[in-house]
């Protein structure tokens, strides 16, 4: 069958990138975190993959962590956002899911309700990024509290999350780490602080469990360092075809509101892919993209079905032939520089339309 539009997701490079986990943060337990349908990898085909190499999952909703029980998944799984409501909380305890808590409203909660089981808690701790979170000066007496609601699991765990620990010369995540250990330094419980860029730069942050989600999916936390340069290899490539190849004069301007003007006679190449498959909107001109493996640039605005690339007035590309949006030698990490954003952002905005192929090949 020919495929138009695709993502290929190289299952096998998952295991090699939990490796790199492994040894970067060797006493740790690994959480992975597959939120947002596993960073737009697809919930379940990740959690397989990753199923008997990690310790335990972490998503961001309840329902996600739902999805992972009745397929049948038994690690521990910790919801990260916890719950807002009665059900939710439910929920939590219906499907043995692990949550954090963070505020006095979840706790108005858990008092209200009579459970069957107690349920097993990771209190947040708001060491510095100021979104989800008990302040130092709160954590004690939600300790107290905590200990004393017979629905809860103890010993208590305990998370903080770091807001700058993508660089590595900001002295915030010392600080927040500092914070974290002081607070919870006399609580037994377990403990998690590093996300994929503190499990690379701040050694200090890798407690008993580090949470891994960028680097499981081969993509630098870093913006000044590609995936590859972090002996990552990346699960998710985007590709598509040419389906047309036209030549235009100098002075030709091209796409919606002509803002790219020819300065030479060419040859474009009309991409089937835009933003309705999820590449982004804003890349620039000059996006790097691959026909037939050669970069060219994206010339033109990104239309929501198709871009226009420059092929050059000596180019044989033609209809039908191969392109690479991100993957195989054109690292997502500069696509996201080129659209002023984050891989994360691009790897989670795939939509439907795109079919996903599953590879057994590591790029
Ligand atoms: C998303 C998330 C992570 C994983 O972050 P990466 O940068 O993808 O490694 C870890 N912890 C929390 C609380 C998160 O929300």
Request: overall charge neutral; charged content about 20%.
């Amino acid at each position: 069958m020919f495929r138009t539009t695709y993502a290929v997701i190289h299952l096998k490079s998952i295991s090699h990138n939990v490796q790199q986990v492994r040894l970067a943060a060797p006493y740790s337990k690994i959480m992975a975190v597959v939120k947002a349908n596993a960073y737009g990898h697809g919930l379940l085909r990740v959690a397989k993959s990753l199923n008997r190499l990690v310790d335990g999952f972490a998503v961001a909703r309840v329902q996600e962590g739902v999805r992972l029980r009745k397929a049948g998944f038994q690690q521990k799984i910790v919801v990260l956002e916890g719950f807002t409501t009665h059900i939710e909380l439910q929920n939590l305890v219906d499907y043995d899911l692990d949550v954090s808590l963070h505020s006095t409203h979840q706790l108005e909660i858990l008092n209200d309700q009579t459970q069957s089981k107690q349920l097993a808690v990771w209190v947040k701790i708001d060491s510095g990024m100021n979104r989800l979170g008990f302040k130092a000066h709160e954590v004690h007496a939600i300790y107290e509290q905590l200990t004393a609601c017979g629905s809860v699991k103890k010993p208590l765990n305990f998370m903080t999350h770091f807001a700058n620990a993508d660089d590595k010369n900001d002295s915030k995540t010392t600080q927040q780490i500092a914070l974290f250990n002081e607070l919870t330094a006399n609580y037994v419980g377990e403990k998690s602080m590093a996300n994929s860029a503190g499990i690379l730069a701040w050694q200090d942050s890798q407690a008993d469990w580090v949470r891994a989600g960028i680097m499981l999916f081969g993509i630098s936390p870093f913006a000044d360092l590609t995936g590859a340069e972090l002996n990552l290899k990346p699960l998710m490539s985007l590709h598509s075809h040419l389906i047309a190849v036209r030549s235009i004069s100098a002075n030709e301007t091209v796409g919606y509101s002509g803002t790219w003007v020819s300065s030479h006679a060419t040859k474009l190449g009309v991409v089937a892919i835009g933003y309705g498959d999820g590449y982004p909107r804003h890349a620039k001109i000059g996006t790097p993209v691959l026909v037939n493996g050669e970069r060219v640039p994206l010339v033109g605005r990104v239309s929501m079905d198709m871009i226009t690339v420059d092929l050059g007035l000596d180019s044989n590309a033609k209809a039908g032939d191969k392109v690479t949006l991100w993957g195989e030698n054109l690292p997502i990490e500069e696509i996201a520089i080129c659209a002023n954003t984050i891989p994360y952002t691009l790897i989670c905005g795939i939509t439907p339309r795109v079919e996903i192929v599953e590879s057994q090949s590591v790029i």
